[in-house]
Protein backbone atom coordinates (compact mmCIF):
# COMPACT_ATOMS: atom_id res chain seq x y z
CA UNK A 1 0.00 0.00 0.00
CA UNK A 2 1.78 3.24 -0.72
CA UNK A 3 0.50 5.11 2.41
CA UNK A 4 2.92 2.48 4.20
CA UNK A 5 5.21 2.76 2.15
CA UNK A 6 4.98 6.83 2.73
CA UNK A 7 5.29 7.02 6.05
CA UNK A 8 8.60 4.53 6.12
CA UNK A 9 9.66 7.40 3.66
CA UNK A 10 8.84 10.06 6.17
CA UNK A 11 10.54 9.31 8.85
CA UNK A 12 13.74 8.47 6.90
CA UNK A 13 13.46 11.73 5.60
CA UNK A 14 12.94 13.50 8.84
CA UNK A 15 13.99 11.72 11.83
CA UNK A 16 10.55 11.56 13.25
CA UNK A 17 10.59 8.24 15.45
CA UNK A 18 6.29 8.32 14.52
CA UNK A 19 4.77 8.29 11.69
CA UNK A 20 0.84 7.39 10.93
CA UNK A 21 -1.91 7.94 7.94
CA UNK A 22 -4.86 7.04 6.06
CA UNK A 23 -7.19 8.37 3.16
CA UNK A 24 -10.09 10.28 3.63
CA UNK A 25 -13.30 8.05 3.05
CA UNK A 26 -15.10 8.05 -0.01
CA UNK A 27 -18.02 10.81 -0.23
CA UNK A 28 -16.98 11.99 3.65
CA UNK A 29 -15.73 15.13 5.20
CA UNK A 30 -13.53 11.84 7.27
CA UNK A 31 -10.31 10.09 7.76
CA UNK A 32 -9.33 7.19 9.51
CA UNK A 33 -5.87 6.55 10.57
CA UNK A 34 -4.94 3.02 8.74
CA UNK A 35 -1.11 2.69 9.20
CA UNK A 36 1.14 3.18 12.03
CA UNK A 37 4.90 3.50 11.14
CA UNK A 38 7.17 3.49 15.26
CA UNK A 39 4.49 3.55 16.88
CA UNK A 40 4.29 1.79 20.28
CA UNK A 41 0.61 1.27 21.00
CA UNK A 42 -2.31 0.72 18.94
CA UNK A 43 -4.03 3.59 20.46
CA UNK A 44 -4.30 5.48 16.92
CA UNK A 45 -5.50 2.64 14.50
CA UNK A 46 -8.49 2.98 13.43
CA UNK A 47 -9.37 6.64 14.92
CA UNK A 48 -12.05 8.78 12.49
CA UNK A 49 -10.47 12.09 12.38
CA UNK A 50 -13.62 14.32 11.27
CA UNK A 51 -13.01 17.37 9.14
CA UNK A 52 -12.20 20.35 11.34
CA UNK A 53 -12.07 18.20 14.52
CA UNK A 54 -7.81 18.14 16.03
CA UNK A 55 -4.66 18.61 14.09
CA UNK A 56 -6.03 16.05 11.25
CA UNK A 57 -9.37 17.37 10.68
CA UNK A 58 -7.39 21.06 10.56
CA UNK A 59 -5.20 19.76 7.96
CA UNK A 60 -8.30 18.59 6.14
CA UNK A 61 -10.76 21.52 6.51
CA UNK A 62 -7.61 23.98 5.43
CA UNK A 63 -6.42 21.65 3.03
CA UNK A 64 -2.51 22.81 4.09
CA UNK A 65 -0.05 21.62 6.49
CA UNK A 66 -0.74 22.00 10.59
CA UNK A 67 1.78 21.45 13.04
CA UNK A 68 1.58 21.75 17.04
CA UNK A 69 4.76 22.04 19.58
CA UNK A 70 2.42 20.13 22.43
CA UNK A 71 -0.80 18.85 21.26
CA UNK A 72 -2.39 18.41 24.60
CA UNK A 73 -1.98 21.82 25.24
CA UNK A 74 -2.43 23.30 21.78
CA UNK A 75 -5.25 25.85 21.84
CA UNK A 76 -4.73 26.14 18.13
CA UNK A 77 -6.52 22.69 17.71
CA UNK A 78 -9.73 21.09 19.50
CA UNK A 79 -9.11 17.96 21.30
CA UNK A 80 -11.31 15.40 20.72
CA UNK A 81 -8.44 12.46 20.00
CA UNK A 82 -6.50 14.02 23.17
CA UNK A 83 -6.92 10.86 24.76
CA UNK A 84 -5.60 8.03 21.94
CA UNK A 85 -2.95 11.00 21.36
CA UNK A 86 -1.64 10.77 24.92
CA UNK A 87 -1.58 7.15 25.08
CA UNK A 88 1.01 7.13 22.34
CA UNK A 89 2.51 9.74 24.32
CA UNK A 90 2.82 11.47 21.36
CA UNK A 91 3.44 15.65 21.85
CA UNK A 92 5.02 17.62 18.87
CA UNK A 93 2.73 16.79 15.80
CA UNK A 94 2.87 18.10 12.26
CA UNK A 95 -0.36 16.77 9.78
CA UNK A 96 0.46 17.38 6.01
CA UNK A 97 -2.73 16.81 3.89
CA UNK A 98 -2.61 14.88 0.24
CA UNK A 99 -4.62 16.77 -2.05
CA UNK A 100 -5.33 15.64 -5.60
CA UNK A 101 -7.46 18.13 -8.21
CA UNK A 102 -8.32 20.49 -5.28
CA UNK A 103 -9.66 17.65 -3.17
CA UNK A 104 -8.35 16.28 0.39
CA UNK A 105 -7.15 12.64 0.11
CA UNK A 106 -5.30 11.75 2.85
CA UNK A 107 -3.13 12.77 5.96
CA UNK A 108 0.17 11.93 6.68
CA UNK A 109 1.24 12.69 10.40
CA UNK A 110 4.46 12.97 11.93
CA UNK A 111 5.10 13.14 15.54
CA UNK A 112 7.86 13.62 18.51
CA UNK A 113 7.46 12.31 21.89
CA UNK A 114 8.97 15.57 22.85
CA UNK A 115 7.56 19.19 23.32
CA UNK A 116 9.75 20.85 20.71
CA UNK A 117 9.29 23.07 17.29
CA UNK A 118 9.76 20.85 14.57
CA UNK A 119 11.35 23.46 12.60
CA UNK A 120 10.53 24.85 8.89
CA UNK A 121 13.09 21.48 7.20
CA UNK A 122 11.11 18.98 8.95
CA UNK A 123 7.62 20.45 7.34
CA UNK A 124 8.94 20.87 4.03
CA UNK A 125 10.16 16.99 4.07
CA UNK A 126 7.04 16.12 5.15
CA UNK A 127 5.48 18.06 2.17
CA UNK A 128 7.35 16.28 -0.22
CA UNK A 129 6.72 13.07 0.70
CA UNK A 130 3.12 13.70 0.44
CA UNK A 131 3.46 14.71 -3.26
CA UNK A 132 4.73 11.95 -4.23
CA UNK A 133 1.69 10.34 -2.98
CA UNK A 134 -0.55 12.99 -4.44
CA UNK A 135 1.47 11.98 -7.68
CA UNK A 136 0.65 8.44 -7.53
CA UNK A 137 -3.08 9.01 -6.79
CA UNK A 138 -3.60 11.24 -9.50
CA UNK A 139 -1.69 8.51 -11.83
CA UNK A 140 -3.85 5.76 -10.39
CA UNK A 141 -6.91 8.28 -10.92
CA UNK A 142 -6.06 8.47 -14.38
CA UNK A 143 -5.78 4.78 -14.75
CA UNK A 144 -8.99 3.90 -13.40
CA UNK A 145 -11.09 6.50 -15.85
CA UNK A 146 -9.33 5.21 -18.59
CA UNK A 147 -10.03 1.73 -17.31
CA UNK A 148 -13.62 2.95 -17.93
CA UNK A 149 -13.39 4.70 -21.08
CA UNK A 150 -11.15 1.87 -23.01
CA UNK A 151 -14.43 -0.50 -23.61
CA UNK A 152 -13.86 -1.38 -27.57
CA UNK A 153 -16.49 -1.09 -29.72
CA UNK A 154 -17.25 -4.31 -31.87
CA UNK A 155 -14.88 -5.18 -34.73
CA UNK A 156 -17.99 -6.41 -36.54
CA UNK A 157 -21.44 -5.20 -37.19
CA UNK A 158 -24.32 -6.17 -39.40
CA UNK A 159 -25.12 -6.35 -43.29
CA UNK A 160 -22.93 -4.50 -45.71
CA UNK A 161 -19.86 -3.62 -42.57
CA UNK A 162 -19.82 -6.88 -41.14
CA UNK A 163 -17.15 -8.29 -43.40
CA UNK A 164 -13.62 -7.88 -44.23
CA UNK A 165 -14.16 -4.58 -45.66
CA UNK A 166 -16.03 -2.93 -42.33
CA UNK A 167 -14.88 -0.06 -41.00
CA UNK A 168 -15.28 -0.80 -37.79
CA UNK A 169 -11.43 -0.88 -36.60
CA UNK A 170 -10.63 2.60 -38.84
CA UNK A 171 -13.65 4.88 -37.03
CA UNK A 172 -13.10 7.51 -34.65
CA UNK A 173 -14.44 5.17 -31.88
CA UNK A 174 -11.77 2.82 -32.60
CA UNK A 175 -9.39 5.54 -33.16
CA UNK A 176 -10.07 6.49 -29.46
CA UNK A 177 -9.77 2.51 -28.30
CA UNK A 178 -6.28 2.94 -29.36
CA UNK A 179 -5.31 5.99 -28.29
CA UNK A 180 -6.49 4.67 -24.32
CA UNK A 181 -5.07 1.51 -25.06
CA UNK A 182 -1.30 3.77 -25.73
CA UNK A 183 -2.30 5.78 -22.29
CA UNK A 184 -3.25 2.48 -20.25
CA UNK A 185 0.18 0.35 -21.48
CA UNK A 186 2.43 4.20 -20.50
CA UNK A 187 0.34 4.50 -17.37
CA UNK A 188 1.35 0.69 -16.30
CA UNK A 189 4.91 0.94 -15.35
CA UNK A 190 4.07 3.87 -13.37
CA UNK A 191 1.40 2.57 -11.06
CA UNK A 192 2.50 1.77 -7.61
CA UNK A 193 -0.66 -0.90 -6.82
CA UNK A 194 0.59 -3.74 -7.84
CA UNK A 195 -3.49 -5.35 -8.41
CA UNK A 196 -4.16 -2.18 -10.72
CA UNK A 197 -1.42 -2.44 -12.72
CA UNK A 198 -2.31 -6.02 -13.17
CA UNK A 199 -5.77 -5.03 -14.02
CA UNK A 200 -4.16 -2.40 -16.53
CA UNK A 201 -2.22 -4.19 -18.60
CA UNK A 202 -5.72 -7.23 -18.31
CA UNK A 203 -7.40 -4.37 -19.73
CA UNK A 204 -4.80 -3.64 -22.59
CA UNK A 205 -5.30 -7.61 -23.38
CA UNK A 206 -8.79 -7.00 -23.63
CA UNK A 207 -8.76 -4.36 -25.92
CA UNK A 208 -7.00 -6.66 -28.69
CA UNK A 209 -9.16 -9.75 -28.01
CA UNK A 210 -10.66 -10.90 -31.42
CA UNK A 211 -7.83 -11.73 -32.81
CA UNK A 212 -5.39 -14.74 -33.69
CA UNK A 213 -2.59 -15.15 -31.13
CA UNK A 214 0.28 -13.19 -31.78
CA UNK A 215 2.67 -14.92 -33.58
CA UNK A 216 5.45 -12.35 -32.56
CA UNK A 217 6.60 -11.83 -28.94
CA UNK A 218 7.77 -8.47 -28.18
CA UNK A 219 9.09 -7.04 -25.10
CA UNK A 220 6.81 -5.31 -22.70
CA UNK A 221 8.72 -1.80 -23.30
CA UNK A 222 8.73 -2.54 -27.38
CA UNK A 223 4.95 -2.64 -27.05
CA UNK A 224 4.77 0.56 -25.21
CA UNK A 225 6.49 1.73 -27.53
CA UNK A 226 4.73 0.52 -30.64
CA UNK A 227 1.36 1.51 -29.03
CA UNK A 228 2.33 5.39 -28.60
CA UNK A 229 3.39 5.03 -32.24
CA UNK A 230 0.14 3.52 -33.10
CA UNK A 231 -1.68 6.52 -31.90
CA UNK A 232 0.55 8.99 -33.41
CA UNK A 233 2.92 9.64 -31.35
CA UNK A 234 6.64 11.00 -32.55
CA UNK A 235 9.28 9.22 -30.92
CA UNK A 236 9.69 12.34 -28.97
CA UNK A 237 6.15 12.60 -27.81
CA UNK A 238 6.65 8.46 -26.95
CA UNK A 239 9.79 9.61 -24.66
CA UNK A 240 7.88 12.72 -22.91
CA UNK A 241 4.86 9.21 -22.34
CA UNK A 242 6.94 6.74 -21.25
CA UNK A 243 9.53 8.24 -19.31
CA UNK A 244 12.34 7.46 -21.38
CA UNK A 245 14.60 9.08 -23.73
CA UNK A 246 14.04 9.54 -27.09
CA UNK A 247 16.99 7.25 -28.80
CA UNK A 248 15.86 4.52 -26.14
CA UNK A 249 12.30 4.77 -27.78
CA UNK A 250 13.86 4.53 -31.28
CA UNK A 251 15.85 1.38 -30.41
CA UNK A 252 12.89 -0.35 -28.87
CA UNK A 253 11.10 0.83 -31.85
CA UNK A 254 14.16 -0.52 -34.18
CA UNK A 255 13.49 -3.92 -31.98
CA UNK A 256 9.96 -4.01 -32.54
CA UNK A 257 9.94 -3.10 -36.59
CA UNK A 258 12.73 -6.24 -36.61
CA UNK A 259 10.69 -8.51 -35.42
CA UNK A 260 7.49 -8.03 -37.32
CA UNK A 261 9.79 -8.19 -40.20
CA UNK A 262 8.73 -4.22 -40.71
CA UNK A 263 10.94 -1.21 -42.65
CA UNK A 264 8.96 1.38 -41.58
CA UNK A 265 6.61 2.59 -38.78
CA UNK A 266 3.72 2.00 -40.23
CA UNK A 267 4.23 -1.39 -41.29
CA UNK A 268 5.44 -2.05 -37.90
CA UNK A 269 1.97 -0.78 -36.72
CA UNK A 270 -0.19 -2.21 -39.57
CA UNK A 271 1.53 -5.54 -38.83
CA UNK A 272 0.94 -5.75 -34.73
CA UNK A 273 -1.89 -5.01 -35.41
CA UNK A 274 -2.74 -7.78 -37.72
CA UNK A 275 -0.83 -10.39 -35.15
CA UNK A 276 -3.56 -9.20 -32.45
CA UNK A 277 -0.71 -7.45 -30.48
CA UNK A 278 -2.43 -3.90 -30.66
CA UNK A 279 -5.89 -3.13 -31.59
Known sequence: MEMRGALARLRRATGLPVAFGGLVEPGRRRMRISE???????????????????????????????AVTDY???????????????????????????????????VLYGALRTAQPL??????????????????????????G????????????SGAGSGAGSTAGSGVGWEQVREAHAALRALAPRIADPLLRAELLQACGLLTR???PPAVALAPRELDVLACVAAGATNAAAAERLGLRPETVKGYL????????????????VAARRTGLLP
Open 36 to 66: LNGAATPALRGLAVTSGNGLGGKAVALARPC
Open 119 to 144: GDRTLRLAVDVARDIEQTLAVEDEAR
Open 146 to 157: LLVAARPEPRTG
Open 210 to 212: GTP
Open 72 to 106: SLSRQISHEYDTAVAAEGLRSVLAIPVVVRRRVRG
Open 254 to 269: GSAMRKLGAHTRGEAV
